[in-house]
């Protein structure tokens, strides 16, 4: 069902890299060029060239995160996102200050991105900053997690915070959305306030639309003040993820057709697998002390990393 990439870590950890000496060609959209050279209509994204969109749309979210809307050459262009993976595109300057984004949405003619505004971030600054027309460039797409419709996993566990929904989403759209596909999937998405929940709509909207194979389980930390309280929604929880959350909610760690993805800022990581370092093998954190190991599939600045299964422990 799911692979790591061994032979792309390399390639995601270079394009995600913040200086890079690479000479790039671009491609300019411009209306009055009667000149210009147009990717194919399926793929608007090519290998080894970047691709320049302007921002058509901007959505604040939160108090620190937006989604953008940016155009592609024509009406009827597609960005190229695989149909059965992961994956992201990496977004860059001049100065070839760069990171990796996943779509949330692609259409023909524009796509979504959904940036955080982080304290010393250069690029998610320079998004929030961007005017209507202003350009970014974009250069991939980069596949982080092949998905085979046919699969040993009949269940898949999710835990994302904050913007580590986005790879989520992704997927969740590819799998739900095939007819073929029986696997099911059961998320647990966690945020600091009610306030900073991303996506909620388009997620309690695949809930409803695949009640059979997919649910959404929402973990606020800051509790609610009394004065705004509603009647409590069945799938929100109060605190943080617990024992006892991902006990009720994801088959036991026994279960040879499970997996598990994770992704979040660095402090849910910690607590959920261990360091997450480059050079940790085996799954630590709380999903280490409920005996999951190989079933868990984290993501990572540098792609996603499987764990080795608990028998090869020493």
């Known amino acids: 069902?799911?692979?790591?990439?061994?032979?792309?870590?390399?390639?995601?950890?270079a394009t995600t890299t913040t200086t890079c000496s690479l000479a790039l060609a671009f491609y300019y959209f411009n209306a009055s060029s009667s000149e210009q050279q147009l990717p194919p209509l399926s793929s608007a994204l090519q290998p080894n060239q970047s691709l320049q969109c302007p921002l058509v749309e901007k959505q604040q979210l939160t108090h620190d995160t937006a989604r953008f809307r940016f155009g592609l050459p024509t009406p009827h262009?597609?960005?190229?996102?695989?149909?059965?993976?992961t994956s992201h595109i990496v977004a860059h300057d001049n100065?070839?200050?760069?990171?990796?984004?996943?779509?949330?949405a692609e259409r023909d003619g524009s796509f979504d991105l959904i940036?955080?505004?982080?304290?010393?971030?250069?690029?998610?600054?320079?998004?929030?900053?961007m005017k209507i027309g202003d350009m970014m460039q974009f250069r991939g797409p980069i596949v982080t997690l092949p998905y085979r419709t046919h699969n040993r996993r009949s269940v898949v566990g999710m835990i994302a915070g904050g913007t580590g929904i986005t790879p989520m989403y992704q997927l969740l759209q590819i799998a739900l959305k095939n007819d073929e596909d029986e696997t099911k999937f059961v998320l647990l998405y966690a945020n600091r306030s009610n306030k900073d929940v991303l996506l909620k709509d388009e997620l309690d909207s695949l809930s409803k639309q695949y009640p059979e194979r997919f649910r959404v389980h929402y973990v606020i930390e800051e509790e609610i003040p009394k004065t705004k309280r509603r009647q409590r929604?069945?799938?929100?929880?109060?605190g943080k993820v617990h024992k006892a959350l991902v006990e009720d909610m994801f088959p036991a760690s026994t279960d040879a057709e499970v997996a598990i993805l994770v992704c979040g800022p660095p402090g849910m990581m910690r607590f959920l697998c261990g360091s997450n370092s480059p050079q940790q093998r085996q799954l630590g954190g709380l999903l280490g002390t409920?005996?999951?190991?190989?079933?868990?599939?984290?993501?990572?600045?540098?792609?996603v990393k499987q764990f080795l299964p608990s028998s090869i422990r020493k």
């Open 233 to 238: 929604e069945s799938n929100v929880s109060m």
């Open 77 to 85: 262009h597609r960005l190229g996102m695989p149909l059965n993976a």
């Open 95 to 104: 100065a070839m200050v760069s990171r990796a984004y996943t779509p949330t």
């Open 115 to 129: 940036v955080k505004q982080y304290p010393g971030g250069e690029l998610s600054q320079m998004f929030h900053r």
């Open 1 to 13: 069902m799911f692979h790591t990439l061994g032979r792309h870590k390399k390639l995601v950890a």
């Open 290 to 303: 409920m005996g999951y190991s190989h079933q868990v599939f984290v993501f990572t600045d540098l792609g």
